[in-house]
Structures are given as C-alpha cells and as structure tokens.
C-alpha cells in the first residue's frame, strides 16, 4: 500500500484527507493503518445479505488446503471495498502456512460485490478486516 498523499500541515499536526478522497493505495500509512475515526463512512460496507450471508459464503467456498491437513488456525486478512463495491486492494494482517494465506486470498478476491459504505449518502471506499478460521474436526 501506498502512503497517503501529502496533506496539509499546521504545528506539527497532519490533517488528513477525508474518506470520501481515499483511493485503494491512500489508507495505509508506513506499514500501519490511519486512525479511521476520521475516515470512517456512516455506513460501513456490508456483504450483500448482511453477516449471515458472509458466514454462508466463507463456508461453502473455503478450501481446506490438502498439502497442510493438521493445520488449524485463524488468517486475519484486510481488504479495501472500492466505492463501486467491487474489492480491491487484499493483505494478509496475521497469516499461517502459505496454502492457507493464499487460499484466504482466494476467498477474498472471488466474493460478490459488496454494498459500498456511504458517507453524507455518497459511496466511498471502506477497509475491512476479517478472520479466515480453518478447522477440521478429527
């Protein structure tokens, strides 16, 4: 990810771009994330159908990666939802054995469109962060 763009500065205080500026590779700063308090829309982005409907997808389309059959754990991977809903930008926060990075990678890439987050009733990008959890019960 890139560095935000250069913002305006006064007495050592860096204002910040608002979120309805923010691109895919403008919200991660130095290897860590923007307080998004500033950035955050009113209405985050949702799955379509909402949590239930997620829970539904990540089910039905994991893979349990065959090269690691005693691996279980959690991926906690970050996305960007683009303003027209459609993913962007995908990174692995907290990984495990590479199968299981790239196969929550996967997961990622291959959703639905999502319903953009709106702020003031306009769509902006949003970051999302999500637990992968891989478990086979023996």
Same mark, same amino acid.
């Given at each position: 990810?890139?560095?935000?763009?250069?913002?305006?500065?006064?007495?050592?205080?860096?204002?910040?771009?608002?979120?309805? =500026?923010? $691109? %895919?590779?403008?919200?991660? !700063?130095?290897?860590?994330? *923007?307080?998004?308090?500033?950035?955050?829309?009113?209405?985050?982005?949702?799955?379509?159908?909402?949590?239930?409907?997620?829970?539904?997808?990540?089910?039905?389309?994991?893979?349990?990666?065959?090269?690691?059959?005693?691996?279980?754990?959690?991926?906690?991977?970050?996305?960007?939802?683009?303003? =027209?809903? $459609? %993913?962007?930008?995908?990174? !692995?926060?907290?990984?495990? *054995?590479?199968?299981?990075?790239?196969?929550?990678?996967?997961?990622?890439?291959?959703?639905?469109?999502?319903?953009?987050?709106?702020?003031?009733?306009?769509?902006?990008?949003?970051?999302?962060?999500?637990?992968?959890?891989?478990?086979?019960?023996?």
């Amino acid at each position: 990810f890139a560095a935000l763009p250069a913002t305006a500065q006064t007495d050592d205080t860096t204002v910040p771009p608002p979120a309805s =500026d923010l $691109s %895919i590779d403008e919200f991660y !700063i130095e290897g860590e994330l *923007p307080d998004l308090e500033e950035y955050a829309p009113y209405e985050r982005a949702q799955f379509p159908g909402g949590q239930e409907k997620l829970n539904q997808y990540l089910a039905e389309n994991i893979n349990y990666p065959s090269t690691e059959r005693h691996w279980n754990g959690t991926i906690w991977i970050m996305f960007m939802i683009e303003k =027209d809903g $459609s %993913i962007g930008k995908v990174e !692995i926060l907290l990984g495990g *054995p590479q199968a299981f990075d790239d196969e929550a990678i996967r997961l990622i890439t291959n959703m639905p469109k999502w319903i953009p987050a709106k702020k003031d009733g306009v769509a902006v990008a949003d970051v999302i962060d999500l637990p992968i959890r891989f478990y086979i019960q023996e």
